[in-house]
């Protein structure tokens, strides 16, 4: 799966309180909320916007592909990180397009490379 690195000069980091997360503050500015104590915002910290994230994600996982490989996950989850990116109504639905199509140009999937 393609990462992308997040740069660690100014980069802040909201997490929920879950110990996976523990050390990761050694590189960014790490802020928590805790779930468990019922707190879902600390100051500028909450994980809600992550949250939307993975419920469009699992969305349309089980609603419209009902699985994906691991070798094209990264391009499920391009295509999701698009559709939040791109998708709110203030814009005009032909802008929209237009900006999906500004995005194509010169990219081609043969059959090999998808299925190899």
């Given at each position: 799966m393609r990462m992308l690195p997040?740069?660690?000069?100014?980069?802040?980091?909201?997490?929920?309180?879950?110990?996976g997360y523990v050390g990761l503050g050694r590189a960014y500015r790490h802020d928590t909320v805790n779930h468990s104590a019922k707190?879902?915002?600390?100051?500028?910290?909450?994980?809600?916007?992550?949250?939307?994230?993975?419920?469009?994600l699992k969305c349309g996982y089980n609603g419209i592909y009902h699985s994906w490989s691991r070798k094209h996950c990264w391009a499920y989850v391009d295509e999701f990180s698009?559709?939040?990116?791109?998708g709110y109504c203030q814009r005009d639905t032909q802008e929209r397009l237009n900006s999906l199509f500004s995005q194509m140009g010169g990219k081609t999937l043969t059959y090999r490379e998808l299925t190899g």
């Open positions: 997040l740069e660690a000069s100014g980069s802040q980091l909201c997490t929920d309180g879950h110990k707190e879902f915002v600390n100051g500028m910290a909450h994980a809600n916007g992550m949250e939307s994230v993975w419920a469009v698009f559709r939040l990116n791109e």
